[in-house]
C-alpha cells in the first residue's frame, strides 16, 4: 500500500507509505534534473529559498485534533504528477520542522527508519528521541539558527514542513519565501492550523493532481488591517 503522502514527508525502506517519497527524490537530487522554478542548485550565489510545502484540509488543518492524517493519507497523489514531491524535493538542501511533526514521523516510521538524508532542524524546548539520520535539535527563533540552516543546505533551498506556527515563525524573521499546499477534498472542522498569522500572498503556479488541488505561493509581506 503506497498511500498519498503527497504532501508531508519523504520516505524510508521499512515504511510502506513512505516508500516512493525521499528516495525518488534523492536520486533526482544526485541526478542534478531539479527544477528551477521550484529549487535546484543556484547558480548565482543568490539567498536561500525558504519553502513551506505541505498538504492542509480544504479548511486548513495540517492535522485533525489527535494529530491524525489517515484523511490525508488514504488520497491519490501522482508521485510523477504536477507539483510533486520528488521534483520538490530534489532542490532541497535541508529541512526544519517543529517537535510535533517530528514525533508524528518516529510513531509512524521508527527511530531507526529516518525518512531524510538531508539535515533536518528540528525545533523543540525538549530533549527527544534520537534517530539514525542527521537531525539537530535546535530551539529560538528561526534567525537564532539562520546561520546553521543555510550552512547546511549549501546551495540548495530549505524545506519548512510544518507546522503552522513554525512556519508563520519563519515568515516573520524573514525566512519563508513560498507556501505551496496540495489540498486534500475533505473539511476536517478542528486540527492544527495550516498556518499561524496573516500573510498576503500571490498565486505563482496550481495544478490537479489525483485528488489533490496544489497551489504554489510567493509569500509577501504581513497582512494590513
Ligand atoms: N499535512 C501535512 O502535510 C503536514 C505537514 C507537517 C506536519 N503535519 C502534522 O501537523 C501537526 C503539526 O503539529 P504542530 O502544529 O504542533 O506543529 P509543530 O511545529 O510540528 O510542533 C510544534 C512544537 O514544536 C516546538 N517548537 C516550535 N517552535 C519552537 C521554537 N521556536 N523553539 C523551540 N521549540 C519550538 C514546540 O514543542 P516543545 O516545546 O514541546 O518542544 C511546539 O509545541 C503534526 O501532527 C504533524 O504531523 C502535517
Redesign the pocket.
Known sequence: MCLTR????GCSASCPFFEHRVRPGLAQYTAGTARADVGGPREDGDMTTYHFY???SLDG???DPE???GW?LSRHFDEKGPMNIPDFQAGIGANV?????????LAHGGTDSWPYEVPTF?????E?AAVDGDVRF?????SDNRAAIESAAGDRDVWV???????A?FADDGMLDELTV?FAPVLLGA???LFGGARELRLREHAVNGEFLAARYEVLGPREA
Not at 6 to 9: E, Q, W
Not at 97 to 105: D, P, S
Not at 138 to 142: D, E, L, Y
Open positions: 503527497a504532501a508531508l514527508i505541505t498538504a492542509s488543518f495540517l492535522a494529530d491524525d492524517l490525508l520542522m517543529g517537535a510535533t511533526t517530528y514525533e508524528w514521523l528540528v525545533f523543540t524546548h525538549r527527544l535546535v530551539s529560538g527563533a528561526p514542513l510544518g507546522g503552522g506556527a513554525l512556519a515563525a496540495t486540527g492544527r492550523p
